[in-house]
């Protein structure tokens, strides 16, 4: 069987999975499930890009997840005026003044002499700076949390169309990537790591917590959407007449026609990033990406800059998770920080790049759709599958009772079962690197 011939047979099966799907369960479901799909795809290409190209082991995927989630509030919510007018401006001056804090004391350090006056010179900047920062932070924050907290109590967003927040929630994340990069991308693979997670912990605490941001735990609902809203089709009278002409119930159609579009909006983003993708592996810049990576030390000794190249793909790849972050908080219609999870938004992704194929674009999105869809249906198929073994068993035998409550961990145990398939089996994954 030809390369070819074989990819043709994955994604085949990925298609009959999803039409088996809506055959069985609902057209709807089945949708839900392709949407997330191309979403899940889209991280693990962003993943792909970090470690199958350059070897980066970064285990800090939800935060820049979370950051593209940031930047739809920020982008496509009103602004709420009164918070403004409360304390919106000292809560700019604040973080300007932050910023100059640590503007001035990377100024310090550059031009003073090494030594003691060196030191104390940063101290003095840092510690004068941060209290300067808290008094004008603190009470600006205040004042715009107490503005209407049950509905609002946050600065809001720039009021812009949703779909330009997806860019920016790649540039947001991106911009994060280059300041962790600068400080982390010098350690060794497993201190990265640690660094990586760290971090993204750090961001999600930050999202919980500082609620003129973006309401915290309160959440943000009611984002701006791409698509129509279901209950403006069902009044068009055009549609209503479209979806009984096709047999359909205008309630059903409504919603497949929104998810459908949803559908076509992520196909079109995830099509664009693999063909950029694709173009960067075969140029000279991904076999330099490769060459760095299989051995650093003759890299370097052929005079390339590892640590530079290094931070290169980092933000690339991690603005294409922020990417992602952005598509999925629109298509959800809320921001909602407590969910965001390092096993969800990190150590799934992983698997889908194990699995489909590190160092394969296609292989990654292969992985993207083939796990997330045994994420979703493995626990109802788990529960069918309990049921039927347990169909001649007395109800309240302890046996049935305990089988049947396992099936809630179907998913961890199939997600375990099928990494270690692969690693047997297929240790370059379903669609290895050429």
Not at 269 to 290: D, E, K, N, T
Request: with cysteine; hydrophobic share 55%; aromatic share 10%.
């Amino acid at each position: 069987m030809t390369d070819t011939t074989r990819n043709f047979v994955y994604f085949g099966f990925i298609a009959a999975l999803l039409i088996g799907t809506g055959i069985i369960t609902s057209w709807n479901l089945a949708i839900t499930i392709l949407n997330f799909g191309l979403i899940s795809a889209i991280m693990a290409l962003g993943v792909n890009l970090q470690w199958g190209f350059a070897g980066l082991f970064n285990v800090g995927i939800m935060g820049f997840v979370a950051l593209g989630g940031l930047a739809t509030v920020l982008i496509s919510m009103p602004p709420v005026g009164e918070a403004w007018a409360a304390g919106g401006l000292r809560v700019i001056l604040a973080l300007i003044l932050g910023a100059a804090t640590i503007v001035g004391a990377i100024l310090a350090y550059n031009a003073l002499p090494k030594g003691r006056m060196r030191t104390l010179g940063m101290i003095v900047i840092l510690v004068a700076g941060f209290f300067i920062y808290r008094a004008v932070f603190d009470g600006g924050v205040q004042a715009v949390e107490a503005v209407n907290p049950a509905n609002a109590g946050y600065l809001g967003g720039l009021g812009l169309p949703v779909l330009l927040a997806w860019p920016v929630g790649g540039l947001l994340a991106a911009g994060a990537a280059w300041i962790i990069g600068k400080t982390a991308l010098g350690l060794r693979s497993d201190y990265l790591a640690i660094a990586t997670l760290g971090i993204a912990e750090i961001i999600i605490a930050i999202l919980k917590n500082e609620d003129w941001l973006a309401r915290g735990v309160k959440n943000v609902v009611g984002l701006p959407r791409p698509a129509p809203y279901e209950i403006n089709l069902q009044n068009s009278e055009t549609f209503v007449e479209r979806a009984t002409s096709l047999g359909i119930d205008p309630v059903t159609a409504s919603t497949l026609w929104v998810k459908a579009i949803y559908a076509g909006l992520f196909t079109v983003v995830l099509l664009i990033l693999f063909i950029l993708a694709q173009r960067a592996l075969h140029s000279p810049w991904g076999r330099m990406m490769r060459a760095i990576r299989d051995n650093e030390v003759a890299a370097e000794a052929m005079g390339k800059d590892v640590t530079a190249r290094h931070l290169q793909i980092f933000v690339l790849g991690s603005a294409i998770c922020g990417i992602a972050g952005a598509m999925m908080t629109t298509l959800d219609g809320q921001l909602t920080p407590g969910t965001y999870q390092p096993l969800r938004f990190t150590f799934l992704v992983w698997v889908m790049v194990i699995v489909g194929g590190s160092g394969n674009n296609l292989g990654a999105v292969l992985g993207g759709f083939l796990i997330w869809w045994l994420w979703v249906m493995v626990e109802p198929i788990g529960l069918w599958v309990m049921q039927v073994v347990t169909s001649g068993m007395a109800d309240g035998f302890w046996l049935r009772e305990h089988l049947l409550d396992s099936a809630a961990h179907m998913r961890l145990l199939t997600m375990g079962i099928v990494l270690l398939l692969v690693l047997r089996f297929s240790p370059r994954g379903l669609i290895p690197e050429k």
